[in-house]
DNA sequence: AGACGGCGTAACAAAACTGTCACCAAAGCG
DNA sequence: CGCTTTGGTGACAGTTTTGTTACGCCGTCT
């Protein structure tokens, strides 16, 4: 899966040099010097992260990433960003504002790209086909292999899209609108009521013990709200 | 709202300097050398998130980590991990194993807290704002989840929302109008002895103990006003 | 073309939640 | 004290929300 990136930068030498860099990765890159722009371009190319420099056109970096980080549409868009050497009060304003990483001028372009594998990993694992573990549940999302405590689990590309939202979110309740937007696309229209089909597939599929018996459910359902994968065993609720 | 880190760390010194830093910021902190423990602790403390150098006794920090991520009650508990210098190596196998940052010795403290603020603004929205406390009430907004003391408690959306408000103006009395203003919306029209029984709903999942035994109400009704949450025990409020 | 698997929708069943009431208990009040 | 007002409680019937199954459509593979 080829990641897009979004690099917000107005030294041209500069951007050059890292844009060679992450296409010869393998990278997608998008660039822009303008913070107007930048986040325009956030919400149109829908990319997997951002580059930001802290000194740029029209709105600072820190602004763009505050901006960034208030839309709900890139509220959790990962963000690396660019300071200028030993500058560690933009670094931790930086930090506060909601960036994810920070590199210092001057770096290498493998420490880059390092950094920029590392972040993805850590923030959208299903990029890197690293495996996704939560709660006996593994995913492993290059192979396309899932399984629950060592067994495997046999999914539809619908519901393997879906487990492997609530995998990058655990503990998260999302509306079926939320669903529909992250697992379907955000132009697509279909039936909210959809979702729950698809649920009920997605829990009949992981929850399938060995001999047929079921496991426990480890999708909760908020009524009125939506679903989020959880492992809190309805044992040690309360009941009401 | 207070965290609580639990620190996994050998370096005595180190211990003291990032401990001091993190009081300092308004942490609590635990702390321990050994993995084995750290595990114990990771289970019994519940910390908001884990402090772990690669290079500990008894368990490597990678064990730990791993170990952490397979039990269910510590899947996603944000992980920071501490490595030497350079070590990227081990920086990859941390972050593939399941942290969720890693820092380099020798870091800076104040880098260290924003980066664990930054750790815990994006794994635990809830502490930053989506999170609630009240004498021993919590509400996580975002997995739409309540405890008290510990216990998960059960409610309806209403309950909820009206548990919400109540945690969001502790120890303010609102009127029955009020709460139908906040709680249900101006435009729709209820009676006003529905919040009554929605009272009294909430009064019964909140002060539910485990063994079906009732705990202190924490919801006080003030008569011919409306309703408080209010920690005050009864006993002591008049002297007759 | 025919079989197959996955998908979205509809329809019905089950479960949870809601607002109201009637009745009881407790708190003011003269 | 009795009376009045206010809040607590359990039941209930209607409504909403979710679970579950069935079905037809469509693209792919053979």
Not at 185 to 195: F, I, K, L
Request: hydrophobic share 40%; with cysteine.
């Amino acid at each position: 899966m080829r990641a897009k990136i979004l690099l917000v930068e107005d030294d041209a030498s500069l951007v050059e040099l890292v844009t060679y860099n992450l296409e010869k990765e393998g990278f997608d890159v998008v660039r822009t010097g303008d913070g107007e722009e930048a986040l325009t371009l956030a919400e149109e190319e829908k990319p997997d992260l951002v580059i930001l420099d802290w000194m740029i056109a029209n709105l600072s970096g820190i602004e763009v990433c505050r901006r960034l980080r208030r839309a709900p549409a890139t509220a959790n868009l990962p963000i690396v960003m660019l300071t200028a050497r030993g500058d560690e009060a933009d670094r931790i304003r930086g930090l506060e504002t909601g960036a994810d990483d920070y590199m210092t001028k001057p770096f290498s372009p493998r420490e880059l790209v390092a950094r920029i594998r590392a972040v993805l990993r850590r923030l959208r694992p299903a990029l890197q086909g690293g495996a996704l573990e939560f709660a006996g549940i593994t995913m492993d999302t290059t192979a396309h292999r899932v399984t629950r405590d060592g067994r495997t689990v046999q999914l539809g590309p619908t519901e393997f899209r879906l487990l492997r939202h609530f995998l990058e979110h655990p503990g998260r309740v999302f509306s079926r609108e939320q669903l529909l937007d992250a697992v379907w696309g955000r132009d697509v229209y279909v039936e909210q009521r959809t979702v729950d089909v698809h649920i009920r597939r997605l829990r009949k599929a992981v929850n399938a013990g060995p001999g047929g018996e079921e496991l426990a459910d480890l999708i909760r359902t908020v009524r009125s709200a939506g679903y989020s994968l959880d492992a809190t065993p309805v044992s040690a609720q309360v009941a009401a």
